[in-house]
Nanobody, 114 residues
Framework: QVHLVESGGGLVQPGGSLRISCAASGFEFAEYAMIWYRQTPGKDREWVSTTASGDEWTNYSDSVKGRFTASKDNGQNILYLQMNNLKPEDTAVYYC???????WGQGTQVTVSS
């Protein structure tokens, strides 16, 4: 059974940093590209980044490029998202998944506010 568990969110001031995690189980994590999404109330989930199965590359949305860094630890089955220079518009619930769209986790809330 697939489980995706996001964690590490919280309240941070504009310009601050935060690292969130996604612990995966129930599938061959090392064989899948992993994706970060985020969602705010009343809006569709927004794509944030895609990391190759072997962590060879990551693509980012224009809204986070240069500020966010995703990485994939295939030994621990964990996907990370290091978020720097956070802005109020980054406030959202962050989710991870694959292109297979496994059952969604509960997400982790990131709030950027002074």
């Amino acid at each position: 059974q697939v489980h995706l568990v996001e964690s590490g969110g919280g309240l941070v001031q504009p310009g601050g940093s935060l690292r969130i995690s996604c612990a995966a189980s129930g599938f061959e994590f090392a064989e899948y590209a992993m994706i970060w999404y985020r969602q705010t109330p009343g809006k569709d989930r927004e794509w944030v980044s895609t990391t190759a199965s072997g962590d060879e590359w990551t693509n980012y949305s224009d809204s986070v490029k240069g500020r966010f860094t995703a990485s994939k630890d295939n030994g621990q089955n964990i996907l990370y998202l290091q978020m720097n220079n956070l802005k109020p518009e980054d406030t959202a619930v962050y989710y991870c998944n694959t292109v297979e769209k496994f059952p969604w986790g509960q997400g982790t809330q990131v709030t950027v506010s002074s």
